[in-house]
């Protein structure tokens, strides 16, 4: 079965650290693998999208890995600040399913300040 | 307005009701989808539109009917619902459904079933 595994489920740092979001999946054959941030109450945002031929994409303060042969992906976040906190999804595009992204359960994040 | 929209954003129904859920995308986009989020599970996809043709249902109870009249909108019929399908009900779009396609989403439908 093609699964998503985010861990952990929450992080709390103090405003100012460095600090990195694992997800995990179970299928190496994959189209790509994208990164959402959710507001409570609120629609996802893309952060950052990596083609199965990439191995990291950039975008300000973030920095997304992927490592198809371990079934890994991770997001760097520099500096983290107070406006950083929501919840980071994970989701990826598995052949055999093209049009759908499997989704992560989510890392809740809380930046202090 | 711009990006996708979603209304109502949030909904109270009775188990015997009928409601629809609404979804624009004013980005030129030619596939639409539909997303359930319930508590403590990830995101399913639900349905898939593509040039106003589905093109996958997820296994989704016959209770939920979807409809896209056109490229733009997109909405999602409810009716004899269940308690259990209580969740946020979101809604994306992509320029064509390909594999290599960013979804963009919607606020949501935070919908729940008394």
Same mark, same amino acid.
């Given at each position: 079965?093609?699964?998503?595994?985010?861990?952990?489920?929450?992080?709390?740092?103090?405003?100012?650290?460095?600090?990195?979001?694992?997800?995990?999946?179970?299928?190496?054959?994959?189209?790509?693998?994208?990164?959402?941030?959710?507001?409570?109450?609120?629609?996802?945002?893309?952060?950052?999208?990596?083609?199965?031929?990439?191995?990291?994409?950039?975008?300000?303060?973030?920095?997304?890995?992927?490592?198809?042969?371990?079934?890994?992906?991770?997001?760097?976040?520099?500096?983290?600040?107070?406006?950083?906190?929501?919840?980071?999804?994970?989701?990826?595009?598995?052949?055999?399913?093209?049009?759908?992204?499997?989704?992560?359960?989510?890392?809740?994040?809380?930046?202090?300040? | 307005?711009?990006?996708?929209?979603?209304?109502?954003?949030?909904?109270?129904?009775?188990?015997?009701?009928?409601?629809?859920?609404?979804?624009?995308?004013?980005?030129?986009?030619? &596939?639409? #989808?539909?997303?359930?989020? +319930?508590?403590?599970?990830?995101?399913?996809?639900?349905?898939?539109?593509?040039?106003?043709? $589905?093109?996958?249902?997820?296994?989704?109870?016959?209770?939920?009917?979807?409809?896209?009249?056109?490229?733009?909108?997109?909405?999602?019929?409810?009716?004899?619902?269940?308690?259990?399908?209580? &969740?946020? #009900?979101?809604?994306?779009? +992509?320029?064509?459904?390909?594999?290599?396609?960013?979804?963009?989403?919607?606020?949501?439908? $935070?919908?729940?079933?008394?």
């Amino acid at each position: 079965k093609q699964e998503v595994t985010q861990i952990p489920a929450a992080l709390s740092v103090p405003e100012g650290e460095n600090l990195v979001l694992n997800c995990s999946f179970t299928d190496s054959a994959i189209y790509n693998l994208q990164w959402f941030r959710q507001d409570p109450g609120k629609g996802l945002t893309s952060l950052l999208l990596i083609q199965s031929s990439q191995r990291e994409q950039t975008s300000g303060r973030l920095n997304a890995s992927l490592d198809k042969s371990s079934g890994r992906s991770t997001l760097y976040i520099a500096a983290s600040q107070p406006g950083d906190s929501a919840t980071y999804l994970c989701a990826v595009r598995f052949f055999g399913a093209a049009r759908q992204l499997t989704f992560g359960s989510g890392t809740q994040l809380t930046v202090l300040p | 307005e711009t990006g996708v929209t979603q209304t109502p954003r949030h909904l109270v129904m009775g188990m015997t009701n009928k409601k629809s859920l609404k979804c624009e995308q004013h980005l030129g986009h030619n &596939a639409m #989808y539909w997303y359930k989020q +319930s508590a403590k599970k990830p995101l399913e996809l639900m349905f898939v539109y593509s040039l106003e043709e $589905r093109v996958e249902n997820n296994s989704v109870p016959s209770r939920f009917s979807p409809e896209c009249p056109n490229s733009s909108h997109l909405f999602l019929h409810l009716h004899t619902l269940q308690p259990e399908d209580s &969740a946020l #009900y979101l809604c994306a779009s +992509s320029p064509s459904g390909r594999s290599t396609d960013t979804q963009y989403f919607g606020p949501g439908t $935070r919908l729940t079933v008394l």
